[in-house]
């Protein structure tokens, strides 16, 4: 923990001795950045002066008009403090669109015609966004000039608002036919098309090649899918994932992806996998992200289903169109290693082999949104994505090592059971962040994420005790691994603070480490619960669904039954220790008495104390134990009515310290 908390100082102390300024080449370069980072006032305002330059152009009118309705209506929020008088509150900062209608309206009240016409038809355009149709018609009447750029592009999507689809195709043909390369023409009637299942007017509107490029990515994706051209499909795909791919978000990305593979590797305590296989496994797990896709747009352009806002409808969507979808491709992976390549010979080899295809999954997917959002969310995806992914694809695996060490039932069977779970958790978890209306209740998603570390540890346990491999030297030190958990995401978050400072400034960075604190502080909470909740190996012991969360008080409590045979030794120093031990014996008895287990014991050699049971001795085992001495409370019977009536919860049996067991015979 002290590593931890001075990897992020050390971070911290060194961008303060640096004193460095972030440079952007042109101003759409850091409007690109305040959007990546949230920072919607910032944009907006660097747009407006982009388009203040110069009024009549209009590749910067739109641009301005492209910038700022991409701000969400509700963009930021302030937390008012508290007062005397009443309780501290939220309040919200709702996009600023009377600044740009006031913009446009100053133009169209010029005297000069042509920025009076770019004035109503920026104003136009702003009302089309807005839905205010009738305004918005009312402008366009007002441009006087039908061959400014933009015009018959905006009457097009006016008339498509009004479900007056031949209109609208007519302005939009205008609008290529006058001005050329129109983005906003072509893919507006490129997704008239689509909808509307028109393959003809669709090809001839791209007989020429350069349209192609003017069309959105998704709809290159929907075009060459159903020509079933697949070479170019995945090109399209791999050219999108990776257009704005940066060193930063790379090293990020790797940096989570490393640390939980270093985890993985090192929790396999008994029977550790060559490096080799466990590379390969996360490499192909990189790959699941093209199936992924594929089978996404199958599900959006074969059976037409999209998140539509519908409470109802999203939550089945996030399950079956995002979690079943991404769970059954990780899964590819894990069955080629585990059935094909038969990696598998113990029950971690399931858990491991499927994680390490989720971490490689959410590698690439990490650089995707670090590109989308920035480096601010590095943080959110080493503790909750990845882990989510990590998560869900073990309960896979989980169930897989389940049914063959246990249930015994078809493998296809069990599949697709563990597939339903982790589809249902992963749909569970992604349902709360993507549905508008759940949005406010969010914490669920962190509630399962913190009930998840429990259970994932709890399938790590019961693997591990089940391991044919299973040697009792080896010990689970749960604090060692807990700390690389936590040393990891200090590394995470000490690099999401310098690269922040190194590509914008110290003031970004430091507003970053602000954010990161409240939430570092839930996730750093969790794991140090896992310290307490520790990993505690009982050989040959499936854990209970209770016992995922709440694991076994002691290590030893699965191996002592009747007949084993046990050693005690000396640990206090006491009268009683130093007359009797070491002492071998054997267990004859267990009772439970007001929620404790008490072993009775019969020795191999009485004892020499001057007593009336001096053949037999108690012990009580010490709870929470997990690592260094197995130690067990000795007690001795006073009387032979206590060894007769086996009630050893009795304040006539004498105390005689703590003890260190061992256990001499194999289970």
């Not at 390490?356 to 943080?379: K, P, Q, R, T």
């Not at 206090?572 to 071998?584: C, D, G, K, T, V």
Request: hydrophobic share 45%; charged share 20%.
């Amino acid at each position: 923990m002290a590593i931890s908390f001075a990897v992020v100082a050390m971070a911290m102390l060194t961008v303060v001795l640096i004193d460095y300024n972030p440079h952007y080449d042109y101003p759409k370069e850091e409007v690109d950045f305040c959007m990546h980072y949230a920072r919607y006032k910032q944009a907006d305002s660097i747009a407006f002066s982009i388009a203040s330059k110069d009024s009549l152009n209009w590749e910067n009118q739109e641009y301005l008009l492209n910038i700022h309705f991409q701000i969400p209506e509700v963009c930021e929020y302030v937390v008012e403090p508290r007062s005397k008088r009443r309780r501290a509150k939220i309040k919200y900062l709702y996009r600023d669109d009377q600044r740009i209608l006031n913009y446009f309206k100053t133009q169209s009240l010029s005297s000069h015609r042509p920025l009076k016409a770019q004035g109503s038809l920026g104003l136009a355009s702003c009302y089309l966004r807005l839905s205010q149709l009738d305004s918005a018609h009312y402008y366009l009447s007002q441009v006087g000039n039908p061959n400014l750029p933009g015009y018959h592009a905006n009457r097009g999507v006016y008339h498509l608002k009004k479900e007056q689809t031949d209109s609208a195709v007519y302005f939009f043909q205008q609008e290529i036919s006058l001005n050329g390369a129109s983005k906003m023409a072509y893919r507006n009637l490129a997704a008239h098309y689509i909808r509307k299942g028109k393959q003809e007017e669709l090809d001839n509107l791209l007989k020429d090649p350069a349209a192609f490029e003017l069309l959105s990515t998704t709809q290159q994706k929907y075009i060459h899918f159903k020509k079933l051209n697949i070479p170019a499909y995945w090109f399209t795909v791999l050219a999108a994932t990776f257009s704005h791919w940066n060193i930063f978000s790379f090293i990020g990305a790797f940096l989570i992806a490393f640390f939980w593979v270093f985890y993985l590797y090192k929790i396999d305590l008994y029977e550790p996998e060559k490096k080799r296989y466990v590379f390969l496994c996360f490499l192909m797990g990189c790959c699941t992200v093209l199936p992924t896709e594929m089978l996404s747009d199958m599900n959006h352009y074969w059976f037409d289903q999209y998140l539509n806002g519908q409470t109802g409808h999203d939550f089945m969507y996030s399950v079956f169109g995002i979690g079943l979808i991404e769970e059954f491709s990780k899964t590819i992976p894990f069955l080629i290693m585990v059935y094909i390549l038969k990696q598998a010979n113990e029950p971690y080899d399931y858990i491991k082999y499927a994680c390490l295809s989720a971490i490689g999954f959410a590698f690439v997917e990490n650089i995707l949104y670090i590109d989308s959002y920035g480096l601010n969310i590095l943080h959110g995806r080493m503790t909750l994505a990845a882990f989510g992914h990590i998560f869900f694809s073990s309960i896979v695996g989980y169930v897989l090592a389940l049914n063959h060490y246990r249930w015994k039932m078809p493998w296809l069977l069990a599949l697709a059971l563990g597939l339903l779970i982790a589809s249902f958790a992963h749909g569970f978890y992604d349902f709360w962040f993507i549905n508008r209306a759940a949005n406010g209740f969010a914490i669920f998603s962190y509630v399962l994420i913190m009930l998840a570390i429990f259970i994932f540890h709890g399938f790590i346990n019961s693997a591990l005790n089940n391991s044919d491999f299973f040697d009792r030297n080896k010990k689970f030190d749960n604090v060692y691994y807990s700390t690389l958990l936590i040393t990891g995401s200090s590394f995470v978050y000490a690099y999401e603070y310098m690269s922040s400072f190194l590509l914008y400034g110290f003031d970004y960075g430091l507003d970053n480490v602000y954010k990161m604190i409240s939430y570092s502080v839930c996730i750093y909470a969790a794991l140090f619960l896992v310290v307490i909740n520790r990993v505690i190996i009982v050989p040959k012991n499936w854990l209970s669904v209770f016992h995922l969360f709440y694991h076994p008080k002691n290590r030893l409590d699965g191996e002592l039954k009747k007949g084993v045979h046990c050693r005690l030794k000396k640990f206090s120093a006491n009268f009683y220790q130093e007359r009797m031990l070491p002492a071998s014996g054997e267990i004859v008895d267990i009772t439970n008495e007001k929620e404790r287990k008490y072993y009775l014991v019969r020795l191999l050699e009485p004892s020499s104390i001057d007593l009336p049971v001096k053949d037999h001795l108690v012990f009580r085992l010490k709870e929470k134990m997990d690592t260094g001495d197995n130690l067990a409370a000795l007690y001795l019977l006073p009387e032979q009515a206590l060894l007769s009536s086996r009630k050893f919860a009795n304040k006539k049996m004498i105390f005689c310290g703590w003890v260190k067991l061992e256990i001499e015979d194999p289970v």
